[in-house]
């Protein structure tokens, strides 16, 4: 209720942002469900391979994704013209999108967390989990940072979804968030390891 207060007339957008990776995470989990994946170290199962994945693509959809659309459509709806008539000052209102932004991907993160617990048998070991928690919150940073960089580029606010899915769609599949990253093809095993959410998510899937 938190997150969907302080979104307001985005509470629509901010549902599905956090049932989305749910829906993936089921959805992978049940269809690969008796098999395992090589990864760096070993074999584990599958459904635990993808549950720091989504995590990534749920944290993705949180600040980056969230933050382009909704500041482009506010922008161009006039209402930050207006806001700038009121005593609230210009960083306050930056400083409000990007903490809904880090609220909706600390919930993504909780919620995926206990369902890949409670379905897959998907744990954080003690020794690790202040180095996870480290990992979201830099990813957040990051990646709220590129979404109002990439929202200043962004002139029409039909073109921000468009925008977004043709960068996070592609930088998902090539990270190995949806494909187990051994299993891609050699020239895209070459560039994975460079892009911003394969790092992150890479050691924890050795983790979980």
């Known amino acids: 209720m938190l997150i969907f207060a302080a979104c307001g007339a985005t509470s629509r957008a901010c549902s599905f942002t956090l049932a989305l990776p749910v829906v993936f995470l089921l959805i992978f989990g049940s269809v690969f469900h008796h098999q395992n994946v090589a990864v760096a170290g070993g074999r584990i199962d599958e459904p635990v391979?993808?549950?720091?994945?989504i995590i990534a693509y749920g944290l993705i959809a949180a600040t980056f994704s969230s933050l382009v659309v909704s500041v482009v459509g506010y922008r161009e709806a006039g209402i930050y013209k207006r806001r700038r008539t009121t005593p609230l000052p210009a960083s306050a209102i930056i400083?409000?999108?990007?903490?809904v932004a880090a609220v909706s991907?600390?919930?993504?993160?909780?919620?995926?967390?206990?369902?890949?617990?409670a379905a897959f048998a998907a744990h954080i070991p003690g020794r690790t989990g202040p180095v996870f928690l480290l990992d979201i919150v830099v990813g957040a940073l990051v990646f709220g940072c590129l979404g109002f960089a990439v929202a200043s580029l962004?002139?029409?606010?039909?073109?921000a979804q468009p925008v977004v899915l043709a960068i996070v769609l592609p930088l998902c599949f090539i990270s190995g968030v949806f494909i187990p990253i051994l299993e891609l093809p050699h020239?895209?095993?070459?560039?994975?390891?460079?892009?911003?959410?394969?790092?992150p998510r890479g050691r924890s899937a050795r983790r979980v």
């Open 49 to 53: 391979y993808y549950v720091p994945g």
């Open 95 to 99: 400083a409000a999108r990007g903490l």
């Open 105 to 117: 991907a600390v919930a993504i993160t909780a919620v995926l967390l206990a369902i890949g617990s």
């Open 154 to 159: 962004v002139k029409n606010p039909d073109a």
């Open 187 to 199: 020239l895209a095993d070459r560039y994975w390891k460079g892009l911003p959410c394969a790092r």
